[in-house]
């Protein structure tokens, strides 16, 4: 039986970003650095992969990523909508943070802004 393994794409895919960004994060963040990027479980030729079911670590991982300047970096306007709208419900940050990672578990088809207005218009309903 054939396994299957998530390559720099399928990485970049679910977590929606460029395959740039994996690979920065992977030069940017070699191992033994303090904030390592996970290891791949397998390289052939020289190319990395991951089993799919290390994506919460990597989703982890870039969670923990320290943000630009003070502050820990300004998120993005869908993020920025979608905080706003979950603490109107009552969820404080970090609740809102985990349902956006667990969401994003379930569906790894959507990028992060994509998920955000779905979650922004599902809580407007």
Do not use: N
Not at 5 to 32: D, N
Not at 74 to 96: F, H, I, S, V, W
Not at 99 to 117: G, K, N, V
């Amino acid at each position: 039986m054939t396994e299957r393994y998530l390559g720099v794409l399928g990485v970049a895919e679910a977590l929606g970003v460029s395959r740039h960004a994996v690979h920065k994060w992977r030069t940017r963040y070699p191992a033994g650095s303090e904030h390592a990027f996970p290891e791949p479980d397998v390289e052939v030729d020289e190319t990395p992969g991951w089993r799919a079911d290390r994506l919460e670590e990597i989703r982890r991982w870039r969670a923990g990523l320290p943000g630009r300047g003070s502050g820990g970096g300004r998120p993005t306007a869908a993020r920025q909508e979608y905080l706003k709208a979950a603490m109107a419900l009552g969820l404080d940050r970090d609740e809102a943070l985990r349902a956006l990672a667990t969401f994003a578990a379930e569906f790894p088809e959507m990028s992060e802004p994509e998920l955000c207005a779905w979650l922004v218009e599902k809580f407007r309903r």
